[in-house]
């Protein structure tokens, strides 16, 4: 006699207990801007960056008497916000079918869902995530529902006069370049840091700006040049000190797949909101009338930069 056994499915155990998610980015580039204190509170649509200059002549002294002579001006530039929500319903009876019914309360009725930390703790970072590539990728008229709510960094500083363009020969030889590669990804960096303007060059917060996909390939580069002198704790933050300089280079999901690179002062980025963290806030709550848990978020934002003509961009032709 034996277990005749083949009606039956073979088993693999689906633990109802454990779900796990994968990874999300963050908005570095908010958590940037935040540490330099260029937040912009209580932004309904849009508010603007009050700029003062003023030079100073110099008069030979020696005599009396007063010569009027220089002057000071007063700009503005714009942060206008993107109106931004997000609402999901849920349905806890639609897990009845599946492997989470064993994670459901006894009864028929249900006025919340299983996970529900695990959920909300997924969708913040999701949050986060999509905003960190808006600040710099976002696009009114791109059609794309993500980066369609207001305009980012790459537009803007794209838009302003007087912005340092790096793809040239002065800076880079062989540019302008038309892709960027382990072979010329070291000479890219170091022409964006030759075209920094020399009034801000030495200033403590200028950085480097590029996508992770970009750091990879400098990082690369640099093992391949074997300048192992070089400490670059890649994992830790996806950061270090340009080779010979004081500048700090900063890898950002925000310009994934741009193959841009930007130098600027991170006091020099301005960001719009409603609220101070209010992309961090959210509801989850029963709505009886529908019989559906809901997910609500609602927040503002929006960014720009005060002074154009500090920034080096380098694009691709």
Known sequence: MAFDVSALAAYTEQNEALLVTDSVLGAKTAALIKSAGNVMVGVKSAETINIMDTDAIFQAGGSCGFTASGSTTFTQRTVTVGKIKVNESLCPKDLESKYLQKALPTGSMYDSIPFEQEFADKKAKTIASQLETALWQGDTTSGNTNLSKFDGLVKLIGAASGVVAANVSTYISGAPLSSITAGNVISIFD??????????????DMTIFCG?????TYTVALKNANQFHYSIDVKAD?????????????????????????????????????????????????????DQVRFVSEFKMGVNVAFPDEIVKFILA
């Open 238 to 290: 996806s950061e270090f000190v340009l080779p010979g300089t004081p500048i700090k280079v900063i890898a950002l999901q925000g310009l994934n797949g741009t193959n841009k690179v930007y130098a600027m002062r991170i006091s020099n980025l301005f960001l719009g909101t409603d609220l101070l963290n209010e992309e961090e806030k959210f509801e989850i709550f029963y709505a009886k009338e529908a």
């Open 212 to 216: 992770q996909d970009v750091f990879r």
């Open 191 to 204: 022409g964006v840091y030759q075209a920094i303007p020399a009034q801000v060059v030495a200033a403590d």
